[in-house]
């Protein structure tokens, strides 16, 4: 389709580029603003987090190298740490807000969005596979940012235990993923 | 001692060591092959996870927020950049930066530099999200029937900005240029100068240093035959009271 890659837009990033850097927010809003709601639970945090995340990528020049892997897994990695981020100095201030209103506006979804509905139902599959325990220590290490101490206490194990919990989990998960279709990306 | 460095491989994955064990296990990671291949391991057992998130549609509003605010932000650090160098230069303006972005924010958009008079209040809307629109009024002619756009008094941080954003302006030809003056009783102060693009589009920020005694009754476009004129030497095309 000759469709521009992540990696050559960001070339044009750097070389301050915005048409590029707009074109690669329209590609990873909706997926990232996904994620990042997942992590921090408010519609306001995860715009503040997606702001910071392209606040990087077109000050940072340089931030983003082929070596660091395919482009957007590099990105979901900058957004996943900012937003656990963010949810550490919101948790220092106050309780967890719950969002009520999360504005579902209807913005329409072109060719040029990145959609990944049937990567999650196979995940999703996957995932209730896992025990419930499974389940949470993964909640909790990936999608909370937890060290492993508070894992630890918080399921009740050994501190020696948990990384071995939560690679055999993440290994599983991986495996009954990849068994039910090809690989993310191809 | 070497086991529990490695042993924080994954608090460090969760950036949850103190900033002197971050330091300490990034030299560690450095130099442990161990570590190196343990991390490359967790990079490709947690790539899937993030699309495991639900589908949610982001409100329609957050882009034009987000990219204004990134690109204002560069726009800040150019201007500042020169600062840390020269001492004698006044302090940075904080609100220049926001206003230029929503001028380029408007050039994001196609059609945004369709000016009538009709189309006013869209036009205000992107200045109006970074900052407070004052006063505003719509520039127009008796003579050049489709000339026209809009000038607004922004204020930002205590400063007043001018922005005048003009649409079909006649083209100019050699040193010719459209300066804006800032009318009070029969004086006439310059507020910037602009020169259209080829589509007759043109735009400026002009930020009011004069003395906030001053009432202004009225803002003026003349066309001048060469700019930075102290005073208006060509013709008025267009004058709008305040
Ligand atoms: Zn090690």
Redesign the interface.
């Known amino acids: 389709m000759g469709r521009i890659s992540d990696e050559e837009l960001y070339e044009l990033v750097q070389a301050d580029n915005k048409e590029a850097l707009e074109q690669l927010y329209d590609r990873y809003e909706k997926l990232l603003f996904s994620f990042s709601y997942k992590i921090v639970n408010t519609s306001d945090l995860a715009e503040e987090a997606i702001q910071d995340v392209f606040m990087k990528l077109w000050r940072k020049k340089g931030i983003y190298t082929a070596d660091k892997g395919k482009f957007s897994s590099f990105l979901l990695t900058v957004t996943r740490n900012t937003c656990l981020d963010l949810l550490r100095k919101q948790s220092k201030n106050q309780v967890e807000l719950l969002d009520k209103d999360l504005e579902r506006e209807q913005t329409e979804s072109t060719e040029e969005t990145v959609t990944w509905n049937e990567e999650r139902q196979r995940l999703q599959e996957a995932v209730s596979t896992l025990s419930s325990e499974q389940q949470e220590i993964v909640q909790l290490f990936y999608f909370k940012g937890c060290s492993q101490a508070t894992i630890a206490e918080k399921k009740d194990l050994p501190l020696g235990t948990v990384k071995g919990r939560i690679r055999l989990a993440l290994q599983h998960l991986r495996k009954v993923y990849e068994e039910r279709g090809d690989r993310i990306g191809t | 001692m070497e086991r529990k460095q490695c042993?924080q491989l994954?608090?460090y994955y969760?950036?949850?060591l103190t900033g002197e064990e971050k330091a300490a296990f990034e030299a560690h990671l450095h130099s442990c092959s161990d570590c190196q291949q343990e991390w490359q391991e967790w990079?490709?057992?947690?790539?899937?996870?993030?699309?495991?998130?639900?589908?949610?549609?982001?409100?329609?509003?957050?882009?034009k927020?987000?990219?204004t605010?990134?690109?204002a932000?560069?726009l800040d650090?150019k201007q500042e950049q020169p600062e840390q160098v020269t001492v004698l230069k006044p302090k940075p303006r904080r609100w220049l930066p926001s206003l230029l972005a929503a001028g380029?924010l408007l050039s994001?958009g196609a059609n945004v530099y369709l000016y009538s008079t009709k189309q006013t209040n869209d036009q205000q809307a992107a200045p109006q999200e970074v900052s407070k629109t004052a006063q505003s009024v719509a520039l127009g002619t008796v003579d050049q029937k489709e000339a026209g756009g809009t000038a607004s008094f922004i204020q930002e941080n205590q400063a007043t900005n001018l922005v005048v954003q003009m649409g079909k302006m006649p083209k100019l030809s050699g040193t010719q240029t459209y300066q804006v003056w800032l009318v009070e009783g029969d004086k006439k102060y310059p507020a910037g100068s602009f020169v259209p693009n080829e589509s007759g589009n043109g735009s400026l920020i002009y930020p009011i240093h004069y003395s906030s005694k001053h009432k202004w009754d009225a803002i003026a476009i003349s066309l001048e035959p060469k700019p930075h004129n102290k005073q208006p030497k060509g013709k008025i095309l267009m004058l709008s009271k305040l």
């Open positions: 042993d994954l608090d969760n950036d949850q990079q490709a057992l947690t790539e899937p996870l993030p699309y495991l998130s639900e589908d949610i549609t982001p409100p329609a509003s957050m882009k927020r987000v990219l605010n990134v690109f932000e560069s650090q380029l994001l």
